[in-house]
């Protein structure tokens, strides 16, 4: 991901690429609802990926 990306990536609704539809890319909450999740529970969460394959969450 680049900065920009890492930035928004827990924002709700958004999605990396704007190419990608509702349909076939999913809704884009998941990461927002996991950060939510693990701020209830005094957690932390990162998410870190790579230009071309994908992020990853942990």
């Known amino acids: 991901m680049t900065p ?3 930035a928004r990536v827990f924002d709700r609704f958004w999605r990396a690429d704007p190419a ?3 349909t076939t ?5 998941g990461l927002s609802i996991a950060m939510e999740d ?3 529970h005094n957690g ?4 870190w990926g790579n230009k071309g ?4 969450s942990g």
């Open 53 to 56: 394959r994908g992020p990853t």
């Open 4 to 6: 920009a990306e890492a």
């Open 44 to 47: 932390w969460l990162q998410a």
């Open 38 to 40: 693990t701020k209830l």
């Open 20 to 22: 990608r539809a509702r």
């Open 25 to 29: 890319g999913g809704s884009g909450l």
